[in-house]
Nanobody, 124 residues
Framework: QVQLVESGGGLVQAGGSLRLSCAASGRTFRWYAMGWFRQAPGKEREFVAAIPWSIGSTYYADSVKGRFTISRDNAKNTVYLQMNSLKPEDTAVYYC?????????????????WGQGTQVTVSS
């Protein structure tokens, strides 16, 4: 089992920045690919970014490319999502997820563990 706890959400003005963190506990964190997803009110949950367990490609949704950066610190069992140039349409609950796959994946059904989410609200 892996437990995931997100933090760092909040209210920010458009154009601002936030850094989300996801702390993992339980089974060996470094063996998991990690991802961030988000769900806006009245919408389906959608992929945001993913990172492999070590080497390999990271992936981003087109809507966040160039603005968001996913990274991980395996020594701290933590994955981050740096969000810059935030827009009102980035407002959502952001979820951290862990996949038993070693490579990053954009597919929600390939993630095995999920956090409870953290709210990000971007005001115009």
């Amino acid at each position: 089992q892996v437990q995931l706890v997100e933090s760092g959400g909040g209210l920010v003005q458009a154009g601002g920045s936030l850094r989300l963190s996801c702390a993992a506990s339980g089974r060996t964190f470094r063996w998991y690919a990690m991802g961030w997803f988000r769900q806006a009110p009245g919408k389906e949950r959608e992929f945001v970014a993913a990172i492999p367990w070590s080497i390999g490609s990271t992936y981003y949704a087109d809507s966040v490319k160039g603005r968001f950066t996913i990274s991980r610190d395996n020594a701290k069992n933590t994955v981050y999502l740096q969000m810059n140039s935030l827009k009102p349409e980035d407002t959502a609950v952001y979820y951290c997820a862990a996949s038993l796959r070693l490579k990053a994946t954009m597919r929600e059904d390939e993630y095995n563990y999920w956090g409870q989410g953290t709210q990000v609200t971007v005001s115009s």
